[in-house]
């Protein structure tokens, strides 16, 4: 059936495409996560620095270090809460295909079942017309 084979294509079209975007969300929170442990190591490497200095320019820098911590951290839970409903979509769009795949198997299994009670039907009437043959004969 052309019109179950296109569905499932599509389901599995979807599906790729839904994996693709998790894909690229999840490389996008590595990004950010590299980000911050980079960010732990410059404001560790500036602190040291500052204890040996004075420590005026050190403040400035801080407070510009603590926004872009909280800037990444409120990034990286904003990807996190997108990467929760893309696996959720990911899940959809597979159980959407499964049920596709699921409804052409049992179609081809009810399919092939008819063909070989078809088949079954003729070799008993072939069976039948040849005792039937064999009891009548002289």
Do not use: C, W
């Amino acid at each position: 059936m052309r019109t179950m084979e296109n569905l499932i294509r599509l389901g599995r079209q979807q599906l790729d495409s839904k994996r693709r975007m998790l894909s690229g969300l999840e490389g996008l929170r590595v990004d950010l996560e590299k980000r911050v442990s980079a960010l732990e190591v410059e404001i560790t490497t500036e602190q040291a620095a500052a204890q040996g200095e004075t420590s005026f320019a050190y403040d400035s820098y801080a407070k510009e270090a603590i926004h872009r911590r909280e800037t990444l951290a409120k990034s990286v839970s904003e990807i996190a809460a997108q990467i929760a409903a893309a696996r959720e979509e990911v899940a959809e769009a597979y159980r959407e295909m499964k049920k596709f795949e699921i409804m052409e198997e049992r179609r081809q299994q009810q399919a092939r079942a008819a063909r070989l009670r078809r088949e079954q039907a003729e070799l008993d009437e072939i069976g039948g017309q040849a005792h039937h043959r064999s009891r009548n004969a002289p």
